[in-house]
């Protein structure tokens, strides 16, 4: 029970250390930030790893264990199991996906938005394109070239 | 960066502003800075580019010529007022927060010579034309008709610092300087007077919540109507 407690905590660290990085109405400290974004490569393979030894433990325990040390034990399964899990997606881009395969038009007839709405006016060189705010507002940014110049609008 | 282009990704959120991730080094970058805060490229900084925020009808209007970005089929975009409700969400601050305006209370920003001015919109819509100085150099920061564009320019022109004021005989966006008594439109440009097809120089500000504004910009000082 202790190996699978210990288990289960490392894989909650190791979920915890990279949300921290997605935490929206905070102030994060620099260093904090650091070492979260220092663990987030290895999270994933890490929490795999971990899920599996709990689970092997689990599988070999689970008998002897009766009651409530065996629902302890299912619980601490599945707080190994779902570090695996959240530590494999990326949660800012679930909510605000990447505006792939985006495309343009001429803005005469530009009817997407209303008139009223605000765009972002870019000019580079002789190239100019608006890029609605609603848009932005919801992809956040969208890897774009102006005139040959590779810009990020973003917001 | 440095001869390479870079494709980015969001990742994640740092001080309730986005971190994004470029897919070339893994690199980590804040968003309103386009500072690099961690891996290969730590320390290095993207270039900011001028941009407008203006509405549609007047973009196109000075841009006929212009792209448009097209809403991707099957998202539920923010509706037109979403930036009004959003507004009534709380915001973080940290310890450090100035509280001199609402967190929430839009500003346009202007950033010149190491000094920096936050303008409220709000004061904005309400006063007309402001004539200020940012970094000593006078700057002319004004919202356009809608009530949600807003440029700046230097008013250092020809040897001469203008005056603007709102033209009083139009319920159209004009103003007037002073000195010479002509007419700008909203895109800085002189369309009747003697200074007639003149065009003043664009500085560039930033429309910013407060609470992200100060924190990027811990010296700013307020521009206040009336003060």
């Given amino acids: 029970m202790i190996l699978l407690g210990t288990l289960a905590f490392l894989a909650a660290v190791l979920t915890l250390a990279p949300l921290y990085v997605v935490l929206p109405m905070t102030k994060q400290s620099a260093a904090l930030l650091d070492?979260?974004?220092?663990?987030?490569?290895?999270?994933?393979?890490?929490?795999?790893?971990?899920?599996?030894?709990?689970?092997?433990?689990?599988?070999?325990?689970?008998r002897e264990w009766t009651g409530r040390l065996r629902t302890a034990g299912a619980a601490l399964l599945v707080v190994a199991l779902s570090g695996a899990a959240l530590t494999r997606i990326n949660i800012v881009e679930r909510i605000f996906p990447p505006a792939d395969g985006a495309v343009l038009a001429s803005i005469a007839?530009?009817?997407?938005?209303?008139?009223?709405?605000m765009v972002i006016g870019v000019k580079m060189g002789l190239e100019t394109r608006a890029y609605p705010v609603r848009f932005l507002a919801h992809h956040h940014m969208w890897n774009d070239k102006l005139d040959g110049v590779p810009i990020l609008p973003n917001y | 960066?440095?001869?390479?282009?870079?494709?980015?990704?969001?990742?994640?959120?740092?001080?309730?502003?986005?971190?994004?991730?470029?897919?070339?080094?893994?690199?980590?970058?804040?968003?309103?800075?386009?500072e690099c805060l961690f891996g290969p490229l730590k320390g290095k900084k993207l270039t900011r580019i001028p941009s407008d925020e203006v509405t549609l009808a007047t973009w196109r209007a000075e841009h006929p010529e212009s792209t448009a970005v097209r809403f991707l089929e099957g998202?539920?975009?923010?509706?037109?007022?979403?930036?009004?409700?959003?507004?009534?969400?709380?915001?973080?601050?940290?310890?450090?927060?100035?509280?001199?305006?609402?967190?929430?209370?839009?500003?346009?920003?202007?950033?010149?010579?190491?000094?920096?001015?936050?303008?409220?919109?709000?004061?904005?819509?309400?006063?007309?034309?402001?004539?200020?100085?940012?970094?000593g150099e006078p700057v002319l920061v004004v919202a356009g008709n809608d009530g949600n564009s807003v440029r700046s320019f230097f008013r250092r022109f020809g040897g001469n610092v203008l005056i603007f004021y709102k033209a009083p005989d139009t319920a159209g966006f004009a103003l007037i300087d002073e000195a010479t008594g002509s007419r700008w439109d909203f895109s800085g440009r002189a369309i009747a007077g003697p200074l007639a097809g003149q065009q003043l120089e664009r500085i560039q500000n930033t429309k910013d919540y407060w609470f992200d504004w100060q924190r990027y910009h811990p010296q700013t000082t307020v521009y206040r109507v009336g003060r």
């Fill in chain 1, 35 to 62: 070492l979260s974004l220092s663990l987030r490569p290895v999270s994933p393979m890490a929490c795999l790893l971990l899920a599996a030894a709990a689970t092997a433990w689990f599988a070999i325990k689970w």
């Fill in chain 1, 109 to 117: 007839g530009f009817k997407d938005v209303a008139d009223t709405d």
């Fill in chain 2, 75 to 135: 998202i539920r975009y923010p509706e037109s007022d979403w930036e009004k409700r959003i507004s009534k969400l709380p915001a973080a601050g940290g310890s450090k927060s100035r509280t001199d305006l609402p967190p929430r209370e839009l500003v346009a920003g202007i950033e010149f010579n190491g000094a920096s001015v936050g303008f409220p919109m709000e004061g904005l819509r309400a006063s007309g034309p402001v004539n200020h100085a940012v970094g």
């Fill in chain 2, 1 to 34: 960066m440095d001869g390479r282009a870079l494709r980015f990704r969001l990742g994640g959120i740092n001080n309730m502003n986005f971190l994004m991730y470029d897919e070339e080094t893994g690199s980590w970058w804040q968003q309103i800075s386009g």
